[in-house]
């Protein structure tokens, strides 16, 4: 086993700051800046196997595609001993949730984010976040950590407490979005927990594959080029991933408060679907009914961009009638369509990180992209972590194949037929008979995910290189067993231990996180991460306090400042 890599090998010098949407990636990472161009016309098709020939002429195939930066973003519910969304605030022990670099909160005070570092080896990321978790469940008294997706018993939306980050105008925007996210959406759907991959392929990859291209433009446009095509493919292919993964297909009556959706009743206090995968990207998990109007398009850097500004500065009727600040006090940050970007919901995102005050579409064109998140993965309420290596391996070869095979430009016919792919598995992919829609036509969902799984092998095989456990290539047996037979998938496993136990969802995911909770307090933390862990909680309050201390202006000039960049 891999020993686990400790927090001292990431130390940094200062707090980096995190903005509004995501993690700050270290320096290796950093990029060009020559600004970026619309998609390039496609050339002649490509077969995979053609272009693997053609990058092998220009080194080891195989060292170029390995060593990619892997990191996870990682939620979950504070909960009491009763299984009730805590109350309590962001403990003091875990640091500032504004400025510490690993341990933040994402909508709700209750809802704790865990963020990695990147690593070049997933066996490191995975320690990593192993690390979080024992170091927070030391910290949490008598609380714990809820094991799935899906939410626990909710009491209505008085009682999901609202995260807070301090009196600074950063501070207070990452509020006032999240007073925004409740207004309009209503608190119990931002609730619910996921697991996002962040991935970045490896630097040395670019000018090998641009050379075997025989593309003429700057790195950077090339970059931005091909990051666009893996995102489109994969979003052609990436309802692969709550089939594979997806653990979420029942819940708590609760969440839904009454509203009547025409679930099957598990039990008394359940609801499920019975072939589902993920409710959590279904239509009632992550959505913006107003987003239909955006028409984002994924053909290019530019593009991606002005869709996005466009919507942040577009109002919506609905969220006028909500009103922006009333009686002194913001309830959203803006009546537009969205708030600001990272309100776009989406299961993959193109990613540059935001320096402070930074607006992130605008990072993206002064920057291009620098990793994509994906952000499809559900908690995995069997591992302690909520994610595997297995996992993390495949969706690794997945977006390798999503980069390196042809990518159409999207039209409006086929964006719809993605939505409607993404939301038909989530809701059905264990249906044996589940059709989706490929180029205009029927397909059926196992037929295709054989079609991919075989077009991974090969890809398998370079990754692996000389790792006698050849992990991708074992991740990929896994997976075909769960395509040939979905009672191995998790959401099939969820609902067969359900009924094995003869416990609602409630109690069964009260028992994994009891379980977790146990394996946590009954492994010591090596002393190095604990004392790494304890230093940057300790000075990420202090950087709270400087960044609080630093403010100049109003909280209304701020915001007047921060979308009025350009």
């Given at each position: 086993m891999t020993p686990a890599v400790r927090f001292s090998a990431v130390r940094m010098t200062h707090i980096p700051l995190r903005g509004l949407d995501g993690w700050f990636f270290p320096p290796i990472y950093a990029t060009m800046t020559t600004p970026s161009p619309r998609a390039s016309p496609m050339q002649d098709p490509v077969s995979l196997e053609q272009r693997l020939h053609r990058l092998s002429a220009t080194g080891d195939t195989g060292g170029l595609l390995r060593g990619g930066g892997k990191g996870l973003e990682k939620e979950s519910l504070r909960v009491t001993p009763k299984g009730c969304i805590a109350q309590t605030p962001h403990p003091?022990?875990?640091?500032?949730?504004?400025?510490?670099?690993?341990?933040?909160?994402?909508?709700?005070?209750?809802?704790?984010?865990?963020?990695?570092?990147?690593?070049?080896?997933?066996?490191?990321?995975?320690s990593s976040l192993t690390d979080i978790h024992a170091f927070v469940y030391h910290h949490l008294g008598d609380e714990m950590l809820w094991a799935t997706s899906m939410p626990c018993a909710l009491e209505g939306d008085e009682r999901i407490p609202i995260a807070r980050y301090g009196s600074s105008n950063v501070g207070m925007m990452k509020h006032v979005y999240r007073r925004g996210l409740g207004w309009r959406y209503g608190r119990s759907m931002q609730t619910i927990s996921g697991v996002h991959f962040n991935y970045s392929f490896p630097e040395a990859l670019w000018p090998a594959l641009q050379a075997a291209e025989r593309d003429p433009r700057t790195l950077r446009q090339f970059k931005d080029d091909w990051y666009f095509r893996a995102l489109r493919n994969f979003q052609r292919l990436g309802w692969l991933v709550p089939y594979l993964f997806g653990a979420s297909p029942a819940m708590c009556k609760t969440f839904l408060q009454g509203r009547d959706l025409k679930f099957d009743q598990f039990d008394a206090h359940t609801l499920y679907e019975p072939y589902a995968t993920s409710l959590r990207l279904s239509d009632i998990g992550y959505k913006n009914s107003n987003q239909a109007r955006i028409g984002v398009t994924y053909n290019s850097l530019e593009d991606y961009v002005a869709t996005l500004s466009h919507a942040i500065s577009t109002p919506a009727t609905d969220y006028e009638r909500i009103g922006v600040k009333v009686d002194g006090e913001y309830r959203q940050l803006n009546a537009n369509i969205l708030q600001i970007e990272n309100e776009f919901?989406?299961?993959?995102?193109?990613?540059?990180?935001?320096?402070?005050?930074?607006?992130?579409?605008?990072?993206?064109?002064?920057?291009?992209?620098?990793?994509?998140?994906?952000?499809?993965?559900?908690v995995n309420a069997y591992d302690p972590i909520g994610t595997d290596e297995a996992a993390l391996r495949f969706i690794e070869a997945l977006l390798s194949l999503c980069l390196l095979t042809d990518s159409p430009l999207t039209t409006p016919e086929e964006q719809e037929a993605i939505g409607h792919n993404q939301l038909l598995v989530a809701r059905r992919g264990r249906d044996p008979e589940l059709m989706l829609q490929r180029d205009g036509a029927p397909v059926r969902l196992k037929d295709w995910a054989r079609e991919v799984l075989t077009q991974l092998a090969p890809l398998c095989t370079l990754l692996d290189g000389s790792d006698p456990a050849r992990p991708y290539s074992a991740s990929l047996e896994t997976q075909r067993m769960s395509v040939e037979d979905a009672d191995h998938t998790p959401s099939a496993r969820v609902l067969a231990d359900m009924r094995a136990h003869g416990e609602s969802f409630f109690r069964f995911a009260e028992r994994m996180s009891e379980t977790h909770r146990r394996h946590f307090l009954d492994t010591p933390l090596a002393p190095m991460s604990e004392a790494d862990l304890i230093a940057q909680a300790r000075a990420s309050l202090e950087g709270q306090t400087a960044i609080e201390a630093a403010d100049k202006l109003s909280f209304d000039e701020y915001l007047h400042q921060y979308f009025s960049q350009s």
């Open positions: 003091a022990a875990l640091g500032s949730a504004l400025a510490h670099p690993h341990i933040t909160t994402d909508y709700s005070e209750a809802l704790l984010e865990f963020v990695t570092s990147p690593f070049r080896d997933v066996r490191a990321t995975l919901y989406g299961s993959i995102r193109p990613k540059q990180p935001i320096e402070s005050g930074e607006r992130a579409t605008l990072a993206l064109k002064r920057r291009g992209v620098m990793y994509l998140e994906v952000r499809a993965l559900d």
